[in-house]
């Protein structure tokens, strides 16, 4: 059996999601768990957040695999729909979908329907610039939805683009995109969501009546490195494996494909049995630590599909030791430093293959 894992402390999620009500305490919680709930299970992550007033996904393959498991709480969907079929299948499974285009409006003012009306997001491209609606569009596809028989509810939305860079006075770019939005969906009545987990942290102003925590929830801080308050975060997923062989190596011979590492010295060198195939990075740099029954130990020669090797000549390690590639005393996000990368993409790269194991104490 592949012995690589990953192990998700349900009690530390619960301990983030404290996290998240303690700065957002009067508004509601949307978890943002698609991607996998960012690589930890996604239908293991909703069922342990039953006070949670809401989730969101990316796609509607997502929000449908959840209501097959019994998950009842409001779904957003943050690509919404793209046909007639998508649409119907929102009415269908109560799901909340993200109006953020024209095409969708089009789809609803042609849908034949005497199905239960929807609740929409509507979202406004305040700086992100990637789906969403012109601040100048706002005001009709406002109307359009609001004349719609098809809707019951409409809510208003947009996203941060740069809230992770920490705050710069009032012409940072996060304050700007909250003066726009408030200035293009004044007067409009309606609930409004904008705080994602580093601008619910660092911008009161941005903790409205939804607030949208993701990374936050599997312990890792939203911020680049250097900008933003330290957190009181738990790391939710360990990654581990095991060392399968320890050889000595002599001086001058080179580890790995390639042979762009070559032993400085007669050493001991391990092989641990996690590689690219199982999500970690093919390119994460050598000297990068794991840590070999708690103590760190310098990754050597070019991480393989299978494999990667390690320099254990401080360590009187033995074939079967644990190896931790990240988790708690190695965070993630430094790991992702060595990638040249960001912890999003490495918890989302955990392949299917490494064995999910969940832990949750009373």
């Known amino acids: 059996m592949r012995i690589a894992r990953a192990i998700i402390d349900l009690n530390a999620l619960r301990h983030n999601y404290r996290e998240v009500r303690r700065f957002a305490p009067q508004s509601r919680i949307m978890c943002v768990i698609k991607a996998n709930a960012y690589g930890h299970g996604m239908v293991e992550v909703a069922k342990a957040l039953p006070q949670a007033d809401g989730f969101a996904v990316a796609c509607l393959d997502e929000a449908l695999q959840l209501r097959s498991h019994g998950i009842r709480q409001p779904l957003t969907v943050f690509q919404g729909f793209q046909s007639t079929e998508d649409l119907q299948l929102c009415r269908r499974h109560g799901l909340w979908p993200v109006v953020h285009h024209a095409s969708q409006l089009e789809m609803m003012a042609g849908e034949a ?66 003066r726009l939005f408030d200035s293009v969906t004044a007067g409009l009545n309606a609930e409004r969501s904008l705080a994602n987990s580093a601008a619910l942290i660092d911008w009161p102003d941005a903790r409205r009546d939804w607030v949208r925590p993701g990374i936050m929830l599997y312990g890792v801080s939203p911020f680049l490195p250097g900008h933003g308050p330290r957190l009181d975060l738990k790391p939710v997923m360990t990654l581990r494996s095991r060392l399968i062989a320890i050889n000595n190596r002599k001086s001058g011979e080179p580890i790995g494909y390639g042979g762009v590492w070559v032993c400085p010295r007669d050493m001991r060198v391990g092989a641990v049995a996690i590689g690219y195939g199982d999500g970690y990075p093919r390119h994460i740099e050598t000297g990068t630590p794991v840590l070999v029954n708690g103590k760190r130990a310098p990754i050597v020669g070019r991480v393989s599909m299978d494999l990667l090797t390690v320099d254990l000549s401080a360590s009187d390690a033995k074939v079967g030791d644990e190896v931790m590639l990240w988790g708690e005393g190695l965070p993630v996000d430094q790991m992702a430093v060595h990638a040249d990368t960001i912890a999003y993409e490495l918890l989302c790269s955990v392949y299917g293959r490494v064995n999910y194991e969940y832990e949750y104490r009373e």
Do not use: C
């Open 113 to 178: 329907t005497t199905a239960a009306p929807l609740e929409v997001w509507l979202k406004i491209a305040t700086g992100m610039n990637r789906l969403g609606f012109r601040p100048e569009d706002t005001a009709g596809a406002w109307e359009r939805l609001r004349a719609s028989g098809g809707v019951r509810r409409v809510r208003l939305m947009t996203h941060m683009a740069r809230a992770d860079e920490g705050r710069d006075g009032d012409t940072d770019p996060t304050a700007l995109q909250l």
